[in-house]
């Protein structure tokens, strides 16, 4: 406990070293201006905040994958500003492409393509195919055009870590590597994008997020297929446990009282948080809750099973990693 408590109090501390500047013309550019000569930004987007490089430059995104500690060979999202930037990276514009990117784009689904030459390995991990979206955040968009190139960023967490959904939860290990954190206020949605391969045969989910797999198959008029388990490395939001606080999370029926932890009951005991019942709400406030009883000091948190919904299965698929499950 004293340990966690040190490391919190410690975090607080490194975050000095950490320039988090708000939205203005002198803060955009200077943004804009790093991303285009080689620098890193942390960027706001609507889903969680992304730890944000050229997407065409491979030692920029190098300098990515060693800050994170992420393993070289998980591919990267790259940020476009305009549908009409998709075609300086993706070869395909097939039907599925057309109706999801104008249906959800700006917003929180990333669309797998084949890519152009012009996309670096690095930044797709040796893949030929990229993942791309267009976020639904009006800082990060004016930042991408006023850049020029287009943006690779993963979340701007350390890997295996909780992602952040506001400027004050980017880790200072990851903040201190970086030219400034843009604040664009909460994160709307909280979650990491949905992430659909396009490049096959068949449309396949490869991650939910917050747009959800009915939306999609309303969208294309068919059902989606999913990714068999094994070939974890295309995509890191497979591995067992991911998305995870330091605390031990366990998921239950109800907390109980002296457990630390979320629940949807009144509480006042001190390391219980309410959380709201909404789906979407819940989702905007689960990381945030979760990084609070992490900087506390928790070893545990117990986290009451939200409803089995398909609303809800961004949340489930989350908590379940997050719980090594
Ligand atoms: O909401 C989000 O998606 C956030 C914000 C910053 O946009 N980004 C994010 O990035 O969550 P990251 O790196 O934490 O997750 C990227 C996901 C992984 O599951 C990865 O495997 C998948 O996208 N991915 C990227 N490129 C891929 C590809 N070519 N094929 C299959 N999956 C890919
Ligand atoms: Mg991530």
């Not at 002198?26 to 490089?53: H, Q």
């Not at 449309?203 to 009915?214: C, D, K, M, N, Q």
Request: proline content about 9%.
């Amino acid at each position: 406990m004293v340990d966690r408590k040190n490391r919190a109090a410690r975090g607080y501390a490194e975050s000095r070293r950490m320039r988090i500047e708000p939205a203005s013309p002198e803060s955009i550019k200077e943004a804009a201006d790093a991303l285009r000569t080689g620098g890193l930004v942390v960027l706001p987007t609507e889903t969680v905040y992304g730890l944000g490089c050229n997407a065409l430059d491979p030692s920029a995104v190098k300098k990515v994958y060693e800050i994170k500690g992420r393993p070289m060979e998980n591919p990267l999202i790259v940020h476009i500003a305009d549908i009409d930037d998709l075609g300086s990276i993706a070869e395909s514009w097939t039907e599925d492409c057309e109706k999801l990117a104008k249906r959800f784009w700006p917003g929180p689904l990333t669309l797998v393509l084949h890519k152009k030459k012009s996309v670096p390995k690095e930044t797709t991990a040796g893949l030929d195919t990229v993942a791309v979206r267009i976020p639904d955040h009006n800082l990060s968009l004016t930042v991408i055009r006023s850049a020029g190139i287009p943006v690779a960023a993963p979340s701007a967490n350390p890997f295996m870590g909780l992602s952040p959904t506001s400027a004050e939860d980017v880790d200072p290990s990851i903040g201190e590597h970086v030219t400034m954190v843009l604040d664009g206020g909460p994160c709307k949605v909280g979650l990491e994008s949905t992430v659909i391969d396009l490049s096959g045969d068949h449309p396949r989910i490869l991650r939910p997020g917050g747009v959800t797999r009915a939306q999609v198959q309303a969208v294309i008029g068919r059902p989606l297929g999913h990714l068999p388990p094994p070939t974890v490395n295309r995509s890191p939001g497979m591995y067992p446990r991911h998305y995870a606080p330091n605390a031990r999370l366990h998921l239950v029926e109800k907390l109980e009282r002296g457990q630390t932890g979320l629940t949807f009951q009144d509480c006042e005991e001190s390391g219980q948080i309410k959380m709201p019942e909404d789906p979407q709400a819940y989702a905007a406030s689960l990381y945030r809750a979760l990084k609070k009883l992490d900087i506390e000091g928790v070893e545990k948190i117990y986290v009451e099973t939200p409803p089995e919904t398909p609303e809800c299965a961004a949340v489930h698929d989350r908590l379940e990693k997050a719980s090594g499950n």
